[in-house]
């Protein structure tokens, strides 16, 4: 048996070791600990609104606070947010990019996966200083509410409730999710309450579901909860709106916190009225946050609001935004707007949820000082973003989250998604045209930016393996050599000329054929004929000559606005095959508006898209430009198009716009691949170099064919935009909301 003495002594040691151990347990969670203030109920505050602003308790005291936030999407190219494909060490790379940049808050729309709240936990216990907050949104069935027009409705209401629960213990860590098709599911075990700034309760509201709703329950008395209550002028929406965010309050009181309260509302959904909104749709119907107020919920209430500078209509055409003026003097409808919604929240915080402008080839909207939905270089997106924050900081708002933090390749516009077939392989590909993809700060690029830079420098295609990249032989007059590739957002050319190449005495003509039909002779090209159509010609010269045109009887624009739509004139001779007219590529951005839709009538707004820009695409080079399409040095021309520019719908599957048009929808049709030939033509002559050369008719049929196999995985990879360092300088310069002095 073991002497007593030696029994003690390990006893002894035992005990020192569970001290020490004890120790290093409370030192854990005290490093884990967030500084809150406990009510007499017991219930912990970290953050609460207090008059029109919010404060945090810091130091032992309640101070002011702005948001500087960035919302965060839940895809990644190739998949869509459903998918849920973001892993780990992707939420802790970005929040560490996130919080250089300057941000405070990530919003969050609906629940992500455990990995999300692991990785903010282990960010936040990591870093000094102030922690990242989440704002988190709970996703209400919008579908649903859209297609049934009443929130009433048992199943949307009981759907929406378990959502709310759901996203209570998802953040808190305390539910287990199945799962589900299109949702997060699995085990949620850390507790990112502590680090939450608070709930963003539902989507965007469809105006007639609203206005429906409140004529089906017209006759409801005004909800009156446990935490919150709808006031005796709160519409039936508006009442329902009260009962969900009063189950979120409700919920999350079980895990012992209270945290500020607010719901989703639009420019659409706004409380303002807008006699200068062209359209009755944008101002049919008001939801307010002021008819809806708290009730023994200590940490406030807020509204919140998705405001862009560029829709609806009303911040180009309404008088009563035109009277206010920016710091450059100019008049500025998104400040006059941030205002007048300011004032009609008396005592309440306000906060922008969501707002920016995307650095994109297409646009879909125009807006006030150049403030487009797209059309934008990285450098102008970050001058833009900043600009907006700056306002929403001046106009004394609770705080602003951009929208967004990464480009999204699966998002959808209005003005191209009918182009894009099947619709269902969006991810696969990037369609600059669609300003919707490239809202990001991070941008998310196709595999060969970076690693052929548009610079006329041959040097990079050189490098490419000899499975990358497909040398045509095409013997014309003039040009020596072309080469061609692709990736995931665009098709590259190179042509090497037997003299340099000076758009002061030349112009280089690419036509592109990728399916039967289209013309065979242009104007462009006297004297030239084809065997085999062009559907698009692309003209390097001049500035505001370099452009890719589309044949009139293949022009998509022209096809839906003009034939369908009767929103555009169409030339009956243009829609025949061969009618030799090219036409240049546009985009709507405004339709036709007419009463009784309209109060007055409007004509069908459109844009050029087909302008290619001459530059570079170095991002290390000052002179860069995301949009750029082409350069030339030497004897060297380097080109890359986006794929829609060509007439493909989804070119991971080689679909291409057919030219049959019948029936209210486009179709496509597999394309064998493209078919190009260069063209040079002198200036001084306006003449074919080498026509003579060239047999008549062409035969285009007999050209090789740059092909590629289909594709089911995109290569990409993820770069810092020209404006997050500007966003980041901007952000930096703004502090805190000016109070009268902070409350014990």
Do not use: C
Request: without cysteine; glycine residues 8%; proline residues 6%.
């Amino acid at each position: 048996m073991e002497p007593k003495k030696n029994r003690r002594k390990r006893w002894a040691s035992l005990m020192a070791l569970m001290v020490i151990g004890a120790s290093a347990v409370w030192w854990f969670w005290d490093a884990d600990r967030v500084e809150s203030m406990e009510t007499t109920s017991g219930i912990q505050i970290k953050f609460r609104t207090e008059g029109d602003q919010l404060q945090v308790f810091q130091a032992e005291k309640w101070q002011p606070f702005f948001a500087k936030g960035v919302n965060l999407g839940a895809s990644l190219p190739g998949h869509y947010p459903g998918e849920l494909p973001i892993q780990k060490e992707d939420y802790l790379r970005w929040f560490a990019m996130i919080d250089e940049m300057g941000a405070n808050v990530i919003r969050v729309y609906t629940i992500h996966p455990p990995a999300f709240y692991e990785a903010l936990v282990e960010f936040n216990r990591s870093k000094a200083g102030s922690p990242l907050y989440l704002m988190q949104g709970i996703w209400s069935p919008e579908e649903l509410l859209i297609e049934k027009k009443d929130a009433y409705l048992p199943e949307i209401r009981e759907q929406f409730r378990q959502e709310i629960k759901d996203a209570v213990g998802a953040v808190y860590g305390e539910v287990t999710l199945p799962e589900k098709s299109g949702k997060a599911s699995g085990k949620y075990a850390a507790n990112a309450g502590k680090y939450l700034i608070g709930w963003h309760t539902g989507t965007e509201w469809d105006p007639v579901m609203v206005q429906n709703t409140n004529r089906l329950h017209q006759k409801l008395p005004p909800y009156q909860g446990k935490h919150f209550n709808a006031t005796a002028d709160a519409t039936a929406f508006e009442t329902w709106i009260a009962e969900m965010v009063d189950t979120v309050a409700t919920e999350e009181s079980k895990y012992g916190w209270q945290h500020p309260m607010t719901f989703t509302n639009w420019v659409t959904t706004d409380p303002l009225s807008h006699p200068g909104e062209p359209l009755h749709h944008e101002d049919l119907v008001s939801v307010d946050p002021m008819h809806i107020q708290p009730v023994k919920w200590e940490a406030g209430y807020f509204a919140s609001y998705h405001v862009y500078p560029y829709y609806p209509d009303l911040f180009r055409y309404d008088p009563a935004l035109q009277q206010v003026k920016n710091d450059a003097g100019q008049i500025d409808t998104y400040k006059a707007y941030l205002r007048q919604l300011k004032a009609h929240h008396k005592n309440m915080p306000v906060m922008v949820t969501e707002f920016g402008v995307p650095a994109s080839v297409g646009i879909a909207h125009l807006g006030n000082l150049g403030r487009n939905q797209g059309g934008h270089s990285e450098r102008q997106q970050g001058e833009i973003d900043a600009a907006l924050m700056r306002e929403i900081h001046q106009e004394g708002y609770a705080g602003g989250i951009l929208f967004v933090w990464q480009d999204e390749w699966f998002k959808k516009t209005w003005n191209t998604m009918r182009f894009e077939l099947p619709e269902d392989r969006r991810s696969f590909w990037l369609n600059v045209l669609t300003n919707e993809s490239l809202f990001g700060v991070l941008g998310m690029y196709p595999n060969k930016e970076g690693v052929l830079v548009m610079d006329g420098d041959r040097s990079d295609w050189d490098q490419l393996k000899p499975e990358e990249k497909q040398k045509l032989d095409i013997r014309v007059p003039g040009i020596d050599e072309i080469w061609m590739t692709h990736d995931e957002g665009y098709v590259y050319m190179l042509a090497k000329l037997a003299h340099p190449f000076d758009p002061e005495k030349a112009k280089l003509y690419f036509g592109v054929d990728t399916i039967q039909g289209g013309n065979k002779h242009t104007a462009q090209l006297p004297g030239l004929t084809l065997d085999e159509g062009w559907e698009t010609l692309i003209e390097l010269g001049k500035a505001e000559e370099s452009q890719i045109q589309i044949a009139a009887n293949y022009d998509f624009h022209t096809r839906l606005y003009g034939k369908r739509y009767g929103m555009l004139e169409v030339k009956e001779e243009e829609l025949r095959d061969d009618s030799g007219v090219f036409k240049p590529w546009k985009l709507a951005v405004g339709l036709e508006m007419e009463p009784p839709d309209s109060k007055t009538y409007h004509p069908l707004e459109e844009v050029l898209v087909g302008k290619l820009l001459r530059g570079t695409t170095d991002a290390q080079d000052p002179q860069y430009d995301s949009r750029t399409a082409w350069q030339a040095k030497g004897d060297v021309v380097e080109l890359r198009v986006p794929w829609m520019l060509l007439g493909f719908t989804d070119p991971s599957s080689l679909a291409v716009m057919s030219y049959k048009d019948a029936g209210k929808s486009f179709s496509s049709e597999t394309s064998k691949g493209i078919r190009l030939l260069p063209i040079l033509v002198e200036r001084s002559t306006q003449s074919i170099v080498g026509k003579n050369e060239l047999p008549s008719p062409y035969p285009v049929s007999q050209l090789p064919i740059y092909s590629w196999p289909a594709w089911e995985q995109v290569g990409y990879h993820e770069r810092k935009k020209q404006s997050y360092s500007i966003i980041q300088k901007a952000w930096k310069q703004i502090q805190a909301p000016v109070t009268d002095k902070a409350q014990p």
